[in-house]
């Protein structure tokens, strides 16, 4: 029995002891992250004065998380998701430390804190993705979206401390104290994995093998639009919303001449913020749809962007910051709250590793672009450049692809393919499988049925499939023949499991045009090696 089903349907995500565990920790952890990214980006402004290197320290954070969000999801979908989780953790200790100790000893300069600071975001990368996949097994399915929101709001309350902690101990001891925090910090997390008594899910299949993994999990996203809509949401915030992060540092020492306290207040006031916007989106859902939140929440963080390049002293700063990570968390919900909700449990992992990879991608191409264009018109131009564009995006992709109706899809497995009658024993790695189903339709209604066929295309290529086809019988008009290939029939195995209950309401309506007296005739043909 999991976490999740001991606790009724009615019961908020902290009634579970191990979520209730596992948040409390990982704001722990999350402290030390933001005392880590302080100290570095604090770090990179005295070791370099270019733009360019100091947006550099938030590329390195972001760019592991783009490059192996993929290979770590497909992982959590393979492997126990615990193990993962502890390995990823340890890895990141281990780099934490060795910063700290190098730091500590004076011989960082601004490349060897560029590798230190990838080689810990290497770790994260590993368990975000499991992360986040393992919430649905600690929580019931009513308490999702709460928890999600609880996760967001951990890693603000985290914001709101972090930076200001690890900005007085920078001023007091250097940031080599703070990286030797942030490797401490892990340690909570890793002490709740250590204690957790994972449940895994029964497998009556083999698990998939990495590589066919990641490719079902990048043909799932691209066949699954409501997914591609948040994705698509994500670049167009993400990209122009990561110029304030980038600059944010120079920012602070070079404009408003502050020290590591005045940086860390910054930031503390965004997470401040964002502990406030967390508070209010329940009350805002229930009145706004996402796309309205989604699209406030971008205008609101543009004008806090062209506030702060603005701002000429300390206060005015920290007010547009505070209104930053309102909009910030807004945004952050709903889009994360939007990838849970598109991605069924059987690629969770890796649709959720598919829009970090986006995420961080567009933060990771933001930050290197706007610090390269800082470099030659300034830091004030380029935020507000910045912020204009976030607005015209924005608008543009609210109106093209508009969020509302991700979060009413039925994605749990629906389990009503009937299991294939087979004469003897087959192969599980006989293939391909080709897979034919008859259809008996009213002569007059064979053009709506192809026309509502094609949505029928898209799930089967989404689920597996290698070719799919329609076809009508010219001997016998009304006879309509379905046909996809898999590559093995264990994929095809794999297709049973992966049928939604979103998916059944449109088998039902194609099942209404059918005629005849017996339901369709379903064939599995298989080569023989």
Do not use: C
């Not at 999600?148 to 951990?154: D, E, I, P, T």
């Not at 009556?204 to 799932?220: C, K």
């Not at 997914?227 to 122009?240: D, E």
């Not at 026309?451 to 019988?473: F, K, L, N, P, T």
Request: proline letters at 5%; zero cysteines; aromatic letters at 8%.
């Amino acid at each position: 029995m999991t976490a999740a089903t001991t606790l009724t349907k009615t019961e908020g995500p902290l009634a579970s002891p191990m979520f209730r565990a596992l948040w409390i920790a990982t704001i722990v952890s999350n402290i030390g992250t933001w005392m880590h990214d302080v100290g570095a980006g604090w770090l990179m402004t005295s070791l370099s004065p270019d733009p360019l290197m100091i947006a550099l320290v938030q590329a390195a954070t972001t760019f592991p998380m783009f490059a192996l969000a993929l290979p770590a999801g497909a992982l959590a979908d393979i492997v126990d998701r615990r193990r993962l989780l502890i390995g990823a953790q340890l890895f990141g200790l281990v780099a934490a430390a060795a910063l700290a100790a190098i730091t500590l000893s004076g011989f960082t300069d601004a490349w060897i804190l560029l590798l230190f600071t990838a080689a810990i975001a290497i770790g994260a990368a590993f368990s975000a993705p499991a992360f986040q996949a393992i919430v649905p097994e600690l929580v019931p399915g009513p308490a999702l979206q709460q928890a999600v929101a609880l996760n967001s709001l951990g890693i603000n309350i985290a914001r709101a401390i972090g930076p200001a902690l690890g900005g007085v101990i920078i001023a007091a001891s250097g940031p080599g104290a703070v990286f030797a925090i942030n490797a401490l910090s892990v340690l909570a997390v890793l002490t709740v994995l250590y204690r957790w008594r994972r449940h895994a899910p029964d497998r009556h299949l083999p698990a998939e093998h990495m590589v066919g993994a990641m490719r079902a999990g990048l043909r799932y996203a691209m066949r699954a639009p409501e997914l591609q809509i948040v994705l698509i949401r994500s670049v167009g915030f993400f990209l122009f919303a990561s110029g304030l992060w980038a600059l944010l540092p120079i920012i602070a020492r070079r404009d408003l001449g502050l020290g590591p306290a005045g940086y860390g207040g910054l930031l503390t006031f965004m997470g401040l913020g964002a502990i406030a916007g967390a508070v209010i989106m329940p009350k805002l859902r229930g009145r706004l749809s996402a796309n309205k939140i989604t699209l406030a929440a971008s205008i609101l963080l543009a004008a806090a962007m062209a506030g702060l390049s603005l701002a000429s002293d300390f206060w005015t700063a920290s007010a547009t910051l505070f209104v930053g990570g309102l909009a910030w968390i807004a945004m952050m919900a709903s889009l994360n709250g939007g990838a849970q909700a598109t991605s069924p449990a059987w690629v969770k992992a890796r649709a959720l590793a598919i829009y970090l990879l986006v995420f961080q991608g567009s933060m990771t191409a933001g930050s290197t672009l706007w610090g390269s264009v800082a470099s030659r018109i300034g830091v004030p131009t380029t935020l507000l450049a910045a912020a204009a564009l976030l607005v015209v995006a924005s608008l543009v992709l609210a109106w093209r692809f508009p969020l509302d109706g991700t979060s009413r899809l039925d994605l749990a497995p629906s389990a009503h393919w009937p299991t294939p009658i087979v004469d003897g024993d087959i192969e599980q790695d006989s293939g391909p499988v080709l897979v034919t189903i008859e259809y008996r339709v009213a002569a007059d209604k064979v053009s709506e049925f192809f026309a509502a066929m094609q949505a029928m295309r898209r799930i089967r290529r989404r689920d597996g499939a290698i070719h799919w086809g329609v076809y009508e019988d010219t001997a016998q008009p009304g006879t309509v023949i379905e046909i996809f290939t898999v590559e093995s029939w264990l994929e095809h195995l794999r297709q049973h499991d992966r049928v939604t209950n979103a998916d059944r309401v449109l088998q039902e309506t194609l099942r209404d045009f059918h005629g005849g007296d017996s339901p369709p005739v379903v064939r599995h043909f298989v080569t023989r090696r």
